[in-house]
């Protein structure tokens, strides 16, 4: 009965030790956050993030959502290898009276930090009449 323990403990032991030794999928962004300055009411702008996996393990985006439905995400589908790179486009479709946005993209990942977060901001203005 002791032996089966000890073997039990050992077999247990060094599972424990591989997993420790993994490195989790994680982003690694060119930048996080993007001032569009000021923007067309109408007129659609997007912008690229950028990033890389700089985990052991393929990065999964699961799930990219936006705080409003004027902004629209598009993002890499296919696991990112180690090293490799891919990108979350956001489309911003200005409506409404000119003034300041702040918006946010929420990503949710098998990431390191399962949930990730973006910004986008600016301003509307009307556009100019000739």
């Given at each position: 009965m002791k032996?089966?323990?000890?073997?039990?403990t050992m077999i247990l032991g060094v599972s424990f030790?591989?997993?420790a030794q993994t490195k989790p999928a994680d982003f690694k962004f060119d930048k996080?956050?993007?001032?569009?300055?000021?923007?067309t009411l109408g007129k659609?702008?997007?912008i690229d993030f950028k990033f890389t996996n700089t985990g052991e393990e393929p990065l999964i985006?699961?799930?990219?959502?936006?705080?409003?439905?004027?902004t629209v995400p598009?993002?890499?589908q296919t696991p990112v290898k180690k090293g490799e790179s891919g990108v979350i486009k956001v489309t911003y479709t200005?409506?409404?009276?000119?003034?300041?946005?702040?918006k946010i993209v929420?990503?949710?990942s098998n990431a390191k930090t399962s949930t990730k977060v973006l910004y986008i901001k600016g301003e509307t203005v009307a556009a100019s009449s000739k």
């Open positions: 032996k089966l323990i000890v073997l039990f030790a591989t997993q996080e956050s993007y001032d569009f300055g000021k923007v659609p702008v997007s985006i699961s799930k990219v959502e936006t705080s409003c439905g004027c598009e993002y890499t200005p409506a409404g009276a000119p003034m300041p946005f702040s929420t990503i949710t």
